[in-house]
């Protein structure tokens, strides 16, 4: 192996090491992955993202197979990508944590759009209140 390549490994494991202590999972670095509750293996996924210092962060239903409480902590922890600088485009259904984390929503049924606009404006819109079919939120941050 070449000095250049130990040197670039080394920088990877540093900055792996900074992420998983600022998402709060240093005390589980020696644990494999699959061996972590649901939650804290749905947080190293999105950790991994930030090791490769990508600007946008993608999460796909980050909520779903969650209990409360692990909903609550990844809400939590999602605020917290935002307050670190990346921005976030979420697709969720439970609108309980979109209607928390959200900037701005994008109601979506089937492809279609139903409503945009700030969390408090979907809140009240008439034509999004009440649509049991809704599909995908996006929300971007």
Avoid at 55 to 76: F, H, Q, R, Y
Avoid at 126 to 141: A, E, N, T, W
Wanted: aromatic share 6%.
């Amino acid at each position: 192996m070449t000095k250049k390549k130990r040197q670039g490994e080394a920088q990877a494991e540093e900055r792996a090491r900074e992420i998983i202590e600022r998402i709060g999972l240093s005390h589980q670095i020696d644990n494999a992955c699959k061996n972590l509750p649901y939650g804290m293996q749905k947080k190293v996924e999105i950790a991994r993202a930030m090791v490769s210092e990508v600007k946008l962060v993608l999460l796909d239903e980050p909520a779903a197979g969650l209990n409360p409480s692990e909903t609550a902590e990844m809400s939590d922890f999602i605020q917290r990508l935002k307050e670190w600088g990346y921005t976030v485009l979420l697709i969720e259904h439970d609108m309980n944590l979109v209607m928390k984390i959200s900037d701005y929503i994008y109601v979506m049924n089937y492809g279609a759009e139903l409503a945009e606009g700030l969390p408090a404006e979907i809140r009240s819109n008439p034509q999004y209140i009440g649509k049991g079919g809704v599909q995908r939120v996006l929300k971007s941050g």
